[in-house]
């Protein structure tokens, strides 16, 4: 009798509180994953399963190309539809792909902080674990590219976030800070990475690729020495060459040495393919007139763009004419390629002095590989002529490579551009080509109203919206 | 020692009457409908040893002298006092008394006296169940407790019952109180989409039908925080404590119920017929087509010439053109069946000195008013108490169930082949049949198919809920062992294991051989097959000492105790498309196969205590305390705490009180703090996706991060309410019962949005806060006319105001949407989840009140006006207003029961009053492409439309908003009991027989099936919505109880 009183208050006052700590059953959690090497191997292919996210589904091209004068959406609904008001510069605070895209790059952002915070207290060997730490920067330095030149100042997140409520307090940094912290952080990349990769890994992050990402960040900031410097480091490695043929290089979607990083996207039974709109004609990204006119007779034009049944043309960059079951197809994404780093190291040539005889002759090479005759300072008769053509060969060279509309940018061309062409009238049976009057504000966009919200309108909102 | 003091007493007292000689006095005990009153106990008052008991005929013989008095007694009736005289053979009748000032109430682990409660328990007797033809108890009380807000949502036999007491708590974890099985409390998520499988219908099966409503000895509803608070973080939505029968009587006493009933819809929607229908839709697509191109497209076009959209079906023409004598189907005629149930019960139970025991059998058949729909339910229940000695008792309850559910998929929009939306959309111009008796199918999507019109797109719904299998087998058992040791003399140790078993298999099935609208029979990818299988194990512990002490005046009960429980809830799905046959429905014959599984777990450790204490029955108290730790719970804050206190005065008690009038007065104060722990599993986890996949090398490799958002700090919502009331009895018949409560519900568990700086969207957090505040009256009378004449009557009021204080950071309000878009809000300063919408206030009469008032869009002649509220000139998203709520301002309930002789009669209706449904089966029966709404004939009406694009009468507004104040009697009973001389030839104690009408007329101004609806069951952001759901039926029994 006396035990059983014994054990009985043993049992009622004893404290237990284990007992209700439980993991979950059906999945990992943070707390009981990042453990082992191969964990943290997984959390980094989720950095780069973000960064794909930017182009679909968040839809990168709505910022690199619609919103420029290369393409626009072939919507047919009355107001033109979200996608479209990117087109016409009828953007709302509200409009969803905005938040879309902002909600994208952090939450890859905050993929990027839990490899660099959660991999120091793991077991990797050191030099893997350079190169998974060296990944995540460049991935996230990336993304951050990205997020400056879209929407100037945004928040810089550089940690693990614990406590998400605690985000309504933060504001936005400045833009400058943020391109100080990515050019250091790809930096310390560029010294971890390796130069390249056995088969299994092609793909990932190297050194040229964060050399490539620095030039371009150097010619945004017209730091035009540094351009150079990354350029030729990029050019010196021998690694990467101009491919022979540019209608092969997209149409065969295959690994060619003038891809320095793509986005993967492969079809097939795991959802990894890229989507489209409709199997006749992808409307999301339709080649405008104007870039049909301008290019007509160069060859390069009927290799990116390929008529549909409606007569307009889509992109054969990203469109294979194979549709596969699964409504997506195999593409790679070409975020920096060989022929940028040429032509961005041309473009500082030129912008340091007039004439410089390397950078014709690197924009020439770039033209001879699609069968361009070459061009000579005769045709190009001031540095203002030499930076216009460039700007042509880029626009053509990369068109819905998503770099035009930051080129546009960064270029100050924009304003001017975008107000004499105005789109809209050449357009007429598409909502995208309500016609518009361009501001300045355009340069940037609206901050998502959803986030100002969200912050109890600690974000400020950019002028003009 | 005390013994032989005892018998000597005794001994003295049988001195007295030595003198005289003893005569043995016969009797019989009856209740007030004169069925005999088994294990009555009959004693003498001044010699309470010497006693007996009556026998299952209620009969009992005791030797006595005239001049003596004796007490009848028994558990749930007065007792009564009789002086014996000349006549040795009595007739005794005990009146029923739910009140009796000595009855033991059921509370949190333990029981009090009623007389000492502090707190605002009410209770439901098994009377109240009795001859009731519902599948679980909660469906047999509606309107009978002051504050328990009881809705039939859905009228599915078996379908789920949406029960809150004293308001809506919560915005999003549950509103449903917690429910306790002879103190075990139920698992709260057995009704959960992880439990019973989302795909294939809408409607959650209700936990409590395993449970046979005949094994009921009472209900206790625990209203107020001090009664509450003891089960702490499950407390804040009431709790229900059920109580099953024990055994009475030293003789077995065998009870038969039986019913047999039938049930018809209650009510039709009002929906065109076919000449109607033809004149509108004509006129409809007329109008489609003009407005197309005003100024080319003219109404004499022929159809060739129109697209399919403006094309009506060419089976139309000859009712426009008035031919009579055409098919002109009612589809609900058609469709409703009148449905059979019939009810077995059969019970033994007996006492002994040993042993209690309890068991019995169920068998429950009832079939739903849709074809090939209903519920067979087996049960049965064993319930033994075995005194082990002095010191030591055990007690085993056992409840296994088997549940057939043949479900319908009633609640659905028609697009995922709802029924009930189905039967009405479906058009009266084609026939349910074809002439050779077989159902006539694919007329509607060969009219499409063909290009002659796009009409409605739903097959014949007699044949989908014919040949469609959706059925979902339940096991389950429920258990539990009681064991108690008496210590020492005032100590007691309890110690409780149980739990409950459930497993649940669904089976789905849409065959080959039927049509679907993008697929002509023979189907492949719409000939589907889902098989669903879940499990839980809930298993709990309790530890308790319970301390009595009775000195002098004071009264003081004293518990200690702890809790473990721990759940398991694990689910695997196999889904299947393109069966080689229908014959074979397994999955394995099934082309293309899709399989998942997921399991959970939950664990909570507890420790609670109780202090009550009375002085002189006239000064009460009481104080409970309840620590919660919860593996729901966020790391740093594991633990809640919930306290509570209450006092009562019982006046009536004090010297200076004169009980003449007031008989019993006691006044009630009370104050305590519950929670709720309806937070989801792991919901204070960061949970990692899988799918970061992406492709390296030519490899898809595995990538995961973190899709939900962490929050260490996760807790349950608080609610803290204060109640006053008093409870009185007057001129021992009437009793009263009034309480006010005011309660604060803080910690709302809310997705509130976050930057996505922070790489998440939302974040689960606790915040914001609402209040219920209300009053509640309830009156019970019984009086006796005569011996044969009774009459008891029993009213119940309670009126209930919620208001939403504080949501998330800054913000204001949160719109959701139901069937309609945005059709409902959550703002602050009012009722959680009122209707939102545009005013209607008229139609356009012509082109020049178009072109004066302010219009949405582009508005025409013939649709409505919206008021512009805010007067800017134009209708916009911004001129949407509150528009009403589907919480009632107030509701009652009345029940009366009258017995004449061996005639009884008992009738209860309740009633809920100025409150709103929104009825969303606008948004399909209004486009003139199926079927529509008669109410489209009306002058208020807007113009037909359909593919003008106006969508002026599927927008959220005042148009589909009804008040839907309604009076329903819930049941009639009429009961006869037969002659004894005539039974007790059979060996029979008691035969009754009985008539039952269940939910015989309603009173109300709403056009839809059922005002007690609701859509988003137990959804408290988006209540009171009609769309297409399981209408409830009226049904008729005649039953029999028979005790031998």
């Not at chain 1, 410089?356 to 045709?379: H, I, P, Y």
């Not at chain 2, 010497?50 to 558990?75: C, H, R, Y």
């Amino acid at each position: 009798m006396k035990n059983i009183q014994l054990y009985i208050a043993l049992f009622l006052f004893s404290s237990c509180s284990s007992f209700i700590d439980v993991t979950p059953l059906s999945d990992n959690s943070v707390e009981n994953f990042y453990k082992t090497e191969q964990e943290i191997d997984q959390a980094v292919v989720a950095v780069y399963d973000g960064v794909q996210t930017l182009v679909r589904p968040a839809y990168l091209d709505l910022f690199g190309e619609i919103t420029s004068d290369n393409s626009y959406n072939f919507a047919t609904t009355p107001n033109g539809g979200a996608n479209a008001n990117f087109d016409n510069f009828n953007l709302a605070t509200n409009n969803t792909y905005l938040n879309r895209f902002w909600t994208a790059s952090y939450a890859a952002v905050q993929r990027a902080n839990i490899v660099l915070s959660r991999m120091e207290g793991v077991t990797i060997p050191e030099e893997k674990k350079n190169q998974r730490k060296g990944e995540a920067l460049f991935l996230r330095s990336l993304v951050y590219f990205y997020l400056v030149q879209i929407w100037g100042d945004v928040p810089l997140i550089l940690d693990e976030t614990k406590n998400p409520i605690s985000h309504i307090e933060k504001v936005r940094d400045k833009k400058a800070e943020i391109l100080t912290q990515i050019i250091a952080d790809l930096k310390i990349a560029e010294a971890l990475l390796p130069l390249s990769y056995a088969a299994a890994d092609q793909g990932r992050a190297t050194k040229g690729a964060t050399q490539a990402l620095l030039a371009r960040i150097y010619l945004h900031t017209k730091e035009y020495t540094n351009v150079v410097e990354y350029a030729d480091k990029v050019i010196h490695s021998n690694l990467y060459q101009l491919d022979t043929d540019y209608e092969t290089f997209f149409d065969t979607r295959k690994v060619s040495q003038e891809n320095i990083f793509v986005i993967n996207f492969k079809s097939g039974t795991n959802s990894e393919g890229y989507p489209f709109s409709n199997v006749n004609h992808d409307y999301d990204n339709t080649a405008s007139y104007d870039l049909m006119n301008y290019y007509k007779n160069d060859p390069r034009l009927n290799f990116n763009v390929a008529p549909t049944a409606i007569n307009t043309f889509y992109s054969k960059k990203i469109h294979n004419t194979l549709v596969n079951n699964d409504n997506t197809i195999n593409v790679r994404i070409i975020i920096l390629r060989y022929a940028d780093v040429l032509l961005m190291k041309a473009e500082a040539l030129n912008n340091l002095s007039y004439p410089a005889t390397d950078a014709l002759q690197l924009m020439n090479t770039v033209r001879k590989r699609s069968g361009l005759n070459e061009l000579m300072f005769t045709d190009l008769a001031s540095k203002e002529q030499f930076q216009d053509k460039l700007m042509d060969e880029r626009r053509i060279e990369f068109a819905f490579e998503n770099l035009r509309w930051f080129d546009l940018v960064r270029t100050g061309m924009a304003t001017q551009v975008m107000s004499v062409k105005n789109f809209g009238g050449q357009r007429e049976n598409s909502a995208s080509g309500l016609p518009y009057t361009f501001k300045d504000s355009f340069l940037l966009f609206p901050v998502p109203q959803a986030q100002i919200d969200a912050s109890a309108g600690r974000l400020s909102q950019n002028l003009g919206y | 020692m005390r013994k032989i003091l005892f018998y000597l007493c005794m001994a003295l007292l049988s001195c007295n009457a030595f003198g005289q000689s003893a005569i043995i006095f016969r009797g019989t005990v009856m209740n007030e409908s004169q069925i005999p009153i088994t294990g009555a106990t009959v004693s003498f008052r001044d010699i309470p040893t010497k006693n007996t008991t009556t026998d299952k005929a209620g009969q009992f013989s005791i030797e006595g002298l005239p001049g003596q008095f004796i007490v009848i007694s028994s558990v749930g009736y007065s007792s009564k006092t009789v002086e014996l005289g000349q006549q040795k053979s009595l007739s005794i009748h005990l009146a029923a008394d739910n009140k009796n000032i000595d009855e033991v109430v059921v509370v949190g682990y333990g029981s009090l006296k009623r007389k000492n409660l502090t707190s605002s328990i009410t209770t439901v007797g098994a009377a109240e169940l009795e001859d009731k033809p519902v599948v679980s108890f909660d469906q047999a009380i509606a309107g009978k407790v002051a504050g328990v807000n009881i809705s039939q949502s859905n009228g599915a036999p078996g379908g789920g019952v949406a029960i809150n007491i004293r308001g809506v708590g919560s915005i999003t974890g549950g509103t449903s109180p917690l429910y306790v099985v002879d103190g075990l409390p139920l698992s709260t998520n057995s009704s959960d989409r992880f439990n019973q499988g989302g795909n294939n219908f809408n409607y959650t099966v209700n936990p409590l039908n395993n449970i046979n409503p005949a094994d009921i000895l009472d209900i206790q509803i625990l209203k107020d925080a001090a009664a509450t608070a003891i089960y702490g973080s499950r407390g804040a939505n009431g709790v229900v404590i059920i109580t099953t029968k024990k055994g009475k009587g030293e003789q077995p006493t065998v009870n038969l119920n039986a019913y047999l009933g039938t049930s018809k819809l209650a009510k039709k929607v009002d929906v065109m017929d076919a000449y109607e229908l033809a004149n509108y839709m004509v006129n409809a697509r007329d109008i489609g087509w003009v407005s197309k191109d005003p100024l080319r497209n003219k109404v004499t076009d022929p159809l060739s010439i129109r697209t399919i959209d403006d094309r009506y079906p060419l089976f139309m023409l000859p009712y426009v053109q008035g031919e009579q004598g055409l098919v002109n189907t009612d589809w609900q005629d058609e469709f409703y069946r009148d449905a059979f149930s019939q009810n077995y019960d059969v019970s033994i139970g007996g006492n002994s000195e040993k042993a209690n025991y309890y068991t019995s059998l169920g068998y429950l058949n009832q079939q739903g008013i849709i074809p090939n729909s209903g519920i067979e339910r087996y049960s049965a229940r064993v319930n033994v108490d075995f005194k082990l000695s002095d010191y030591v008792k055990l007690g085993v309850n056992l409840n296994p169930t088997y549940i057939n559910n043949n479900l319908a998929r009633s609640e659905k929009n028609w697009g995922d082949e709802g029924l009930v939306i189905g039967v009405l959309m479906s058009l009266p111009n084609i026939p349910a049949y074809n002439e050779d008796g077989s159902f006539a199918v694919d007329k509607l999507y060969e009219t499409l198919w063909s290009g002659e019109s796009n009409v409605v797109q739903f097959q014949n719904p007699l044949a989908l809920a014919n040949m469609v299998q959706n059925r979902m087998n339940q096991y389950n058992m429920i258990f539990n062992t009681d064991l108690e040791i008496s210590l020492l003399k005032n100590l007691k140790f309890k110690s409780i294991v149980g739990g409950n078993f459930g497993y649940t298999n669904r089976k789905y099935y849409r065959p080959k051989s039927l049509s679907y609208r993008t697929e002509k029979a023979p189907t492949s990818y719409f000939n589907f097959g889902e098989v669903f299988n879940s499990t839980i194990s809930n298993i709990l512990w309790d530890n308790s000492l319970e301390y009595t002490a009775d000195f002098g005046k004071n009264d003081l009960n004293v518990v200690i105790g702890n809790s473990v429980q721990r759940e398991i809830n694990k689910n695997s799905t196999a889904e299947g498309r393109n069966f080689a046959t229908d014959n074979v429905t397994t999955i394995n014959t099934s082309q293309d196969r899709y399989s998942n599984e997921q399991m959970r777990e939950w664990k909570m450790l507890s420790y609670f205590s109780r202090v009550s204490y009375a002085y002189d029955s006239r000064y009460l108290f009481m104080a409970t305390l309840r620590a919660d730790g919860s593996s729901k719970f966020g790391k740093k804050s594991k633990w809640g705490v919930f306290p509570s206190a209450s006092a009562a005065w019982r006046i009536s008690e004090e010297d200076f009180f004169a009980k003449d009038l007031i008989n019993d007065l006691k006044v009630r104060a009370s104050y305590g703090v519950a929670g709720n722990n309806d937070i989801p599993y792991y919901g204070s986890m960061s949970l990692l996706s899988t799918n970061g996949k992406y492709t390296i090398g030519d490899n898809v490799l595995a990538g995961l991060y973190p899709s939900s958002s962490p929050n260490e700090e996760l807790s349950w919502e608080t609610t803290s309410t204060y109640n006053f009331g008093f409870d009185a009895q007057l001129w021992n018949s009437l009793t009263i019962n009034m309480d006010y409560y005011t309660s604060k519900t803080t910690d709302l568990l809310l997705n509130v949005p976050v930057p996505s700086s922070s790489g998440y969207t939302e974040s689960l957090q606790n915040i914001g806060s609402l209040s219920n505040k209300g009053i509640e009256l309830g009156l019970s009378y019984k009086h006796e006319f005569t011996e044969k004449s009774k009459l008891s009557l029993s009213f119940n009021i309670s009126k209930n105001i919620n208001e939403v204080l504080e949501l998330g950071p800054g913000q204001q309000q949160i719109i959701s949407s139901g069937g309609l878009t945005d059709s409902h809000i959550t703002r602050i300063g009012h009722a959680i989840g009122s209707f939102f919408g545009y005013k209607v206030i008229g139609k356009f009469q012509n082109e020049q009140e178009v072109a004066d008032l302010a219009k949405f869009g582009n508005q025409k002649v013939g649709d409505f006006i919206y008021q512009d509220t805010n007067n800017d000139g134009v209708v916009n998203a911004s001129d949407r207003v509150i528009l009403g709520s589907n919480l009632p301002k107030f509701e009652f309930g009345f029940n009366v029961g009258y017995q004449y002789t061996d005639f009884d009669l008992n009738v209860s209706l309740y009633s809920k009053q100025k409150f709103h449904v929104i009825n969303t089966m606008h948004r399909y029966l209004a486009e003139a492409w199926g079927n529509n709404l008669s109410v489209y004939l009306d002058e208020s009406a807007p113009r037909p439309v359909w593919a003008v694009g106006s969508a002026t009468h599927t927008r959220a507004s005042s148009w589909q908003l009804e008040d839907a104040s309604f009076v329903r009697v819930r049941d009639i009973t009429l009961g006869y009991r037969l002659p004894k001389s005539l039974v007790s030839r059979m060996k029979i104690n008691n035969l009754r027989v009985y008539v039952a009408m269940l939910n015989p007329f309603t009173w109300t101004n709403y056009s839809g099936y059922n005002p007690e609806v609701s859509s988003n069951f137990n959804s408290a952001l988006t209540p009171g919505e009609e769309f297409g759901n399981y209408p409830v039926s009226k049904s008729f029994n005649f039953g029999f109880n028979i005790t031998f």
